[in-house]
């Protein structure tokens, strides 16, 4: 079990390197650095000198192993576009909007998927189900910004009710969180459904009811403990994926959080701010694929015992 | 005369994990041990065991489809047991096998007549149109009509099915065939079908047949020599007749005795030894009732009886 | 000669019983209609348009509704909105089958090897398909887009960079399970190469798996491009996109709809036609490869 631990535990860390090393080359590989832009026309030596002040100058290992000994010890530098901070902090500034709306977005779609799809698969083919795999579909299969432009102009062009953007009172929070959540509630509405259409088709469930058990019972305390392996292991990477913010929903409801400061960066060659972007995502990704690959060992027996990758 | 197949000192063993951790810890089974075999030209012999005695791995093994441990595989009289994968390839064309299960021994996706070219076509014998002929030649020598070239694996019987993979096997003219408990996943009357057909071929082409199977009524029908398998060793080798009128182990007896019989009245009583009874039972000979001189040991060892009845037993 | 076999009718094939599942579920026969049509009209996109997709003839009506002439009415640089909606249905199903057939022609051979060798080439493509999901797709496309400016070629790299991880997913536990069957190993005893059993063996015998990664490839790209180029570093303009045009249209959008409403509802009706046509596709072919 420890084994197969430290073994993951290091694949991971060798693909995280090997992530940093070609996402460092292809922002390098942009051509153009941050000063080339027209907003600020500098002359070509006052462009050095500042080029020369970052370490912009210096060959690229020499950037990428300064760099990364600067990452281990949290310190991603400082961004281009508002150089009164650190990159740290503005990382700071700018992720509670997106932790808040995005967090809150799956902490509400993904109960309210799954409840739909237990409902789904116990009142198979009414019209629940129905309506469950409709909405399933449709919540995956329309991109993020239709559905946030289809709730602006219900919610706040024709009916009013909402303001369309902005960050600052509650209510502004209402609509994006709804955007937000449709991509965990169809996710999980779906593997809820099928988890458990799998598990009450297995020869144990009729057992079971032959013995008399109370159908709730059932349900519960062994249909949904046999479906909730899957399930438990897909919400980590799903949770980071939303909570970091999405690109689109911010763009539309102009919310000034991660997605909304990584376009800038990329605009602006904000070359620090998108490294950390991208890096501490991927981190927090390569985090959450291997707890729950730990955790997915831990619960399932055969790994437990067996020791190790079968 | 060289033997067609000839296995000497064959030996697998598995390596098996047995607890997982920080340290995993391993268990060898010996799944073949010590097993001198030899095939000659022009016979059938049979292999016979129960099921984890070894037999289908010793097949796998003469084939090369698994890597002995250490032993050698003689084909007609050419050790092949280290030759790499493109010296081997001539002389996977002299060995052909033929499986139990024939619904996964043939290729879904592929047509009969297409099934039983493939190894023109992996050879590089003939263009393809000289192929199809020799393959549509060949089902209907193993007794399906030409037309059923254009079918598919799944649209036959079992039987059927299996004479399709007798007819690949038997394609390129080998003079062994490996065949796998052919008749155990097939019904009766089929059996016996599939039976006459491989008697008829092996006349028909001197093939030599190892014939590997649990099923004692069916080897007896069809073998001339009869090699008894348990645990991964061969505890008795003499002609079929010998062995089932006179068969001298205690584990031999007692397959025998398990053999179902029609008449309830000629029921024998079956005894079932446990290993420890069977060990204890190893027949004790003197190295003077021998037929050849062996040394005394204490373990078991492999020893003729008679010119053509070995025996293991302990001697003293 | 033996007893000869009995002849036996020739029975139903797979396909057959395919069909027939296929054919049973409503939503997929739907989506197989709608993505017919729509096939179609991107194919004969030029016949079916009075104009092409950059002619700015109406400049003095910019911005109109729909009406009879001008079915979707016409957009902020006087082109007909129809045209552009229709040429952007071409772009859009082109990129997702270009992306698609790259991302089977990465993913196969990746999956066979992967499956057929086991050890240590498994353990190598699995780290590269780990490689390739901790990072945030959209992240890295958008990264990839500003690196090469956008284009049509970019995006349909990009889309197959992270379409092939399904498609070889679903190979490689396809060879696995038909590594071990008995006609590999009938194969092997008449010696033939690794090389010769994936090619003639194992791959055909994948086409379910792959004819449904295939399929479902293709949303993911077009939603992918879609995304690309309502950022702005997707199909450059003049080249209609739909993602390019909801870009535009939210700019409209609280007066002139028309904008923004058909080129989503357009990508809208593609990408749930595509999706569910797949879900059909491999609910009828292979009804053991669905949940995960």
């Known amino acids: 079990m420890i084994r197969y631990i430290a073994a993951r535990l290091l694949s991971i860390m060798l693909t995280f390197l090997v992530v940093s090393v070609i996402i460092f080359l292809m922002m390098h590989a942009v051509p153009g650095g941050p000063f080339d832009g027209n907003d600020m026309p500098v002359s070509d030596a006052v462009k050095a000198k500042l080029n020369a002040s970052l370490g912009l100058d210096k060959p690229l290992y020499v950037q990428y192993f300064k760099y990364m000994w600067g990452v281990l010890q949290f310190d991603f530098g400082v961004p281009f576009q508002s150089p009164g901070e650190t990159v740290l902090e503005l990382l700071a500034r700018a992720w509670p909007p997106s932790l808040i709306l995005g967090g809150l977005g799956v902490l509400i779609g993904a109960p309210l998927g799954i409840l739909l799809g237990m409902a789904a698969a116990l009142r198979r083919n009414t019209w629940i189900d129905y309506l469950a795999s409709a909405v399933a579909t449709i919540g995956l299969t329309i991109p993020v910004y239709v559905t946030s432009m289809m709730l602006i102009l219900v919610f706040a062009v024709w009916l009013g009710w909402l303001p369309a953007s902005g960050w600052g009172k509650p209510n502004s929070w209402i609509l994006p969180i709804i955007a937000y959540a449709t991509i965990p509630l169809a996710t999980y509405a779906r593997y809820t459904r099928s988890a458990m259409l799998d598990v009450l088709n297995k020869p144990f469930v009729t057992v079971l009811r032959a013995k008399g058990l109370p159908e709730r019972k059932i349900i519960f305390q062994h249909v949904l403990r046999n479906a909730a392996l899957p399930m438990a292991t897909v919400f980590l990477p799903m949770f980071i994926g939303t909570a970091t913010g999405s690109i689109f929903v911010e763009a539309m409801f102009r919310v000034p959080g991660l997605g909304a400061y990584f376009v800038s960066s990329i605009e602006l060659r904000d070359y620090s701010l998108e490294m950390a972007l991208i890096l501490m995502i991927t981190m927090m990704f390569c985090v959450s694929y291997l707890l729950s690959d730990i955790a997915y060992a831990l619960l399932n027996p055969r790994i437990r015992v067996g020791g190790g990758e079968q | ?316 | ?292």
């Not at chain 2, 297409?114 to 076509?121: D, G, N, R, T, Y």
């Open chain 3, 1 to 292: 000669m033996t007893g000869m076999a009995e002849p036996i009718h020739a029975q139903r094939s797979p396909l057959y019983f395919a069909l027939r599942r296929f054919t049973a579920n409503k939503a997929a026969v739907a989506s197989a209609i709608v993505l017919a049509i729509l096939v179609l009209m991107a194919i004969f996109a030029p016949l079916l348009t009075p104009t092409g997709y950059a002619d700015q003839n109406y400049l003095t009506d910019a911005l109109a509704f729909p009406s009879l002439q001008h079915w979707f009415g016409i957009d902020d640089l006087g082109r007909d909105f129809f045209t552009r909606n229709l040429h952007g249905a071409r772009v859009s199903l082109t990129i997702g089958f270009a992306a698609a057939i790259c991302s089977i022609l990465i993913g196969i051979p990746l999956g066979a090897i992967a499956g057929y060798y086991g050890g240590k080439a498994d353990w190598c493509v699995m780290r590269l398909i780990e490689l390739f999901s901790v990072v945030p797709p959209l992240l890295a496309a958008m990264l990839l887009g500003a690196l090469t400016k956008g284009g049509f070629v970019t995006i349909i790299v990009i889309a197959s960079l992270f379409g092939w991880v399904q498609v070889c997913l679903l190979v490689r536990a396809q060879v696995k399970a038909f590594r071990e069957k008995e006609f590999v190993r009938a194969a092997q005893a008449l010696g033939a190469t690794p090389a010769y059993i994936m090619r003639h063996h194992l791959i055909p015998n994948s086409i379910s798996p792959i004819i449904v990664g295939f399929v479902l490839a293709m949303p993911l790209a077009m939603m992918l491009e879609a995304g690309l180029s309502f950022l702005g570093i997707g199909v450059p303009p003049p080249v209609p996109s739909w993602g390019q045009m909801i870009n535009i249209g939210i700019n409209f959008m609280y007066f002139y709809w028309h904008m923004a409403v058909f080129p989503t509802a357009a990508l809208a009706l593609t990408v749930l036609a595509t999706t569910l046509f797949g879900d059909g596709l491999r609910d009828a072919l292979d009804p053991t490869l669905k949940g995960r």
């Open chain 2, 1 to 316: 005369m060289t033997p067609a197949l000839e296995l000497r000192g064959l030996n697998k063993s598995f390596h098996l994990k047995t607890k997982g951790g920080l340290f995993p810890r391993y268990t060898e089974l010996k799944a073949v041990r010590d097993v001198n075999l030899v095939l000659p030209t022009n016979s059938i012999i049979g292999l016979v065991g129960e099921s984890g005695s070894g037999k289908s791995t010793t097949g796998m093994l003469a084939m090369r489809l698994l890597e002995p441990t250490s032993g050698h595989i003689f084909v007609d009289g050419t050790d092949i047991t280290k030759l790499d994968h493109v010296a081997l390839k001539p002389f996977r064309r002299k060995m052909q096998v033929v499986f139990q299960d024939s619904y996964s021994a043939l290729d879904p996706m592929m047509t009969l007549q297409q099934i039983v070219a493939e190894p023109l076509h992996i050879h590089n014998i003939g263009i393809s149109s000289d192929q199809k002929t020799e393959a549509l030649n060949m089902l209907e020598r193993v007794g399906l009509d030409r037309r059923y070239g254009g079918r598919y694996s799944h649209e036959l019987s079992g039987g059927q099915r299996q004479r399709v993979a007798i007819a690949r096997a038997l394609i390129l003219k080998p003079s062994v065939l490996v065949a796998d408990e052919p008749t155990s996943a097939l019904d009766v009357s089929v059996k016996a079908q599939i039976i006459n057909l491989l008697l008829d071929l092996q006349k028909e082409r001197g093939l030599s047949i190892l014939f590997i199977s649990h099923d004692l009524s069916v080897v007896r029908a069809l073998t001339d020599e009869v090699a008894v398998m348990c645990d991964g060793r061969i505890v008795e080798r003499a002609a079929t007749e010998t062995i089932f009128t006179t068969p001298r182990h205690p584990y031999t007896r007692a397959l025998l005795d398990a053999i179902p019989v029609l008449n309830p009245r000629n029921r024998r009583t079956r005894t079932f030894l446990t290993r420890e009874q069977i060990n204890k039972a190893t027949p004790r000979l003197r190295s003077t009732e021998l037929a050849e001189k062996c040394e005394p040991k204490v373990e078991p060892q492999l020893v003729p009886i008679s010119p053509n009845h070995h025996v293991e037993a302990i001697v003293t």
